[in-house]
Every structure is written in C-alpha cells, then in structure tokens.
Nanobody, 122 residues
Framework: QVQLVESGGGLVQAGGSLKLSCAAS????????MGWFRQAPGKEREFVAA??????YYADSVKGRFTISSDNAKNTIYLQMNSLKPEDTAVYYC?????????????????WGQGTQVTVSS
C-alpha cells in the first residue's frame, strides 16, 4: 500500500499559477503510474495528468498549461499549473497505480490522497 499526501492548493486569480506536490510513502517501489485527478462540485472525478516511466500524459483540457514531474529521490510528484482558469477549480487528488502503465482511468488507481482544494477566481 502506498500512502499519498497532497499539498500546495489554494486560491489564485485567473491566469495565475500553482504547484501541487504529492509525497508518497510506503510501498512506493510498487507504483507503475502516478497521476493527478480532480473533482469539481457536482461533477465526476476526471483525469488531469499521469507519469509512468518518465512518460507523461495529459487531459486535453490542461495540455500546454499543466506539467507533471517526479523527484524519485524524494518520492514526490508535482503538478505545475500555469494559466489557470476558473474551470480548473476543483479538489485535486494524487493517485498511484500498481497495475497499469500510463492509465487515465481512476479505476486503475488503488491508492489515493486526501485531496487539496484549488480555487481559481475570475
């Protein structure tokens, strides 16, 4: 089991930037894919970005604005979010998958963090 703790959320104006962090502990060596998902009020959880063996994957809605990266020495992944829009407002979750490589489906991720709120004001 992998334990995940997100940080870095907050309130930002449209056009601004935030950097989320996700610190992993436990059986981190078993993770094949690390990802970020988000859930806005009244909406389903959706894929944002993932990283697997240095390959990165993005949802179309964030491509070119968000960057996922990892620091294996620190067992931490990051999500740099630039040019933020009000529609990016959501709770952002970090997740780990031990069964898939590059999956964008939440069902493939078995470990989840508690989430961090990102609010973008217009």
């Amino acid at each position: 089991q992998v334990q995940l703790v997100e940080s870095g959320g907050g309130l930002v104006q449209a056009g601004g930037s935030l950097k989320l962090s996700c610190a992993a502990s436990g059986r981190t060596f078993s993770s094949n894919t690390m990802g970020w998902f988000r859930q806005a009020p009244g909406k389903e959880r959706e894929f944002v970005a993932a990283i697997s063996r240095s390959n990165t994957y993005y949802a179309d809605s964030v491509k070119g604005r968000f960057t996922i990266s990892s620091d294996n020495a620190k067992n931490t992944i990051y999500l740099q979010m630039n040019s933020l829009k009000p529609e990016d407002t959501a709770v952002y979750y970090c997740a780990s998958s031990v069964t898939s490589y590059g999956s964008k489906w939440s069902r493939d991720f078995g470990s989840w963090g508690q989430g961090t709120q990102v609010t973008v004001s217009s």
